[in-house]
């Protein structure tokens, strides 16, 4: 009986010490990060001319070509990748048949001005960069008389996205700056 009541003892004892011992208390701190500002960036496309250029050529022939510079600027705080579009209004003619206006971009393929599609460039543009696209055109040698007199007039638009917009397919690699 003893026994029994030593054991009993010391399990009464181990309860009141686990009792204490979960009502020590511990000290705490905290510290408040106050002010953080947070502010959306910018995206801006600028082209020299502005981005809706104006060239008026007239008196085109057959072999004719031509080509102007237009410079490309990123002024918002964004760096940005960009493409230019195409549209064509007024057509009388001049670019449709065997042998119509064509348009290059750079080094890229001649086009017939109605097959033209959206351009996309994959390289990012870093804020404050700049770079040029050499807009060129030609009436093919093989333009006969049916384009004498013919007119037309082109609208390009140049859009602008951040550069990790998935929704471009174009692939993003980052610019390494030493």
Do not use: C, H
Request: aromatic share 12%; charged share 15%.
């Amino acid at each position: 009986m003893k026994k029994k009541a030593i054991i009993s003892l010391v399990l009464i004892a181990m309860l009141a010490f686990g009792i204490g011992a979960g009502s020590f208390a511990w000290f705490t701190s905290q510290a408040v990060s106050e002010d953080n500002v947070f502010t959306a960036g910018e995206l801006e496309i600028e082209a020299n001319q502005t981005v809706n250029f104006t060239k008026d050529l007239s008196n085109i022939y057959p072999s004719w070509n031509d080509s102007n510079t237009i410079t490309i600027k990123n002024v918002g705080t964004l760096p940005l990748k960009f493409k230019v579009g195409m549209s064509t209004s007024s057509d009388t003619g001049l670019f449709s048949g065997n042998y119509p206006l064509q348009i290059k971009i750079n080094d890229g393929e001649w086009v017939n001005v109605g097959a033209f599609q959206e351009v996309e460039f994959n390289t990012p543009l870093d804020v404050d960069g700049t770079t040029n696209l050499v807009m060129s055109y030609r009436l093919p040698e093989g333009a006969d008389n049916t384009y004498q007199g013919k007119s037309g007039t082109l609208n390009f638009t140049f859009d602008a996205t951040q550069t990790e917009n998935p929704g471009w397919t174009q692939e993003y690699t980052p610019v390494v700056t030493p």
